[in-house]
C-alpha cells in the first residue's frame, strides 16, 4: 500500500464540511489517495485512533479519509462528491474518535446531503462573485488552528 496527500480531495471534504458538517473540525481531517489496496468493492475509508490510544499519546481525536485510487478516481464527479460525503458522515457530532455506523450513513442519508451541498453550491456561486464566503471560512480555520496550537503550548508540548 502506498498513500499520498490529497489536496483535491482535502479541498473538496473542507468545502462540504462548512456546508454541511460545522461539527467536522478541519484541522484534524486530512484526506490521503491510497494505491495497491486488496480489498474488493470498498471505495474509501474513513480512519482514528481509539480514544485509549488518544489518551496515552495525550492527543485530540484526528480523522484520515482514505479514497482508493483504483476505485474512486474513475468515479464521476458526482459520485466522487457523494462518497466524500458519505466519509465525512462517519464523523460524529461529538468529533472523539468514534464513528457513525452505516445505519446512519446510508444511500437515503448521503443523496439527502448531496442535494443539499448542490443546492448549497449553488446559492454560493449566484451570490459570492469575489468568492468572500470561501476567504472567510479559510479565516476561521486558520483561527481555530491558533487556539490549537495555544492550547498545545500551555500543555508544554513546544
Not at 481525536?61 to 462528491?81: C, G, P, T
Request: with cysteine.
Amino acid at each position: 500500500m502506498k498513500y499520498e496527500p490529497a489536496p483535491d480531495l482535502q479541498k473538496i471534504a473542507e468545502e462540504i464540511s462548512h456546508m454541511l458538517f460545522p461539527h467536522v473540525k478541519l484541522d484534524r481531517v486530512k484526506c490521503f489517495r491510497s494505491y495497491g489496496s486488496s480489498s474488493r468493492g470498498t471505495i474509501a475509508r474513513c480512519h482514528t485512533i481509539g480514544k485509549l490510544m488518544q489518551e496515552a499519546m495525550n492527543v485530540d481525536a484526528h480523522y484520515a479519509l482514505e479514497f482508493i485510487s483504483e476505485r474512486f478516481d474513475d468515479l464521476s464527479d458526482e459520485e466522487k462528491i457523494k462518497v466524500v460525503i458519505h466519509e465525512l458522515m462517519h464523523i460524529p457530532m461529538a468529533f472523539g474518535g468514534g464513528f457513525r455506523h452505516h445505519d446512519h450513513v446510508c444511500e437515503k442519508n448521503v443523496n439527502i446531503c448531496y442535494r443539499t451541498y448542490k443546492e448549497k453550491r449553488k446559492e454560493l456561486d449566484e451570490s459570492d462573485v469575489l468568492g468572500i464566503k470561501e476567504l472567510k471560512w479559510k479565516n476561521s480555520d486558520n483561527l481555530k488552528s491558533l487556539k490549537d496550537i495555544k492550547k498545545h503550548a500551555e500543555k508544554g508540548f513546544f
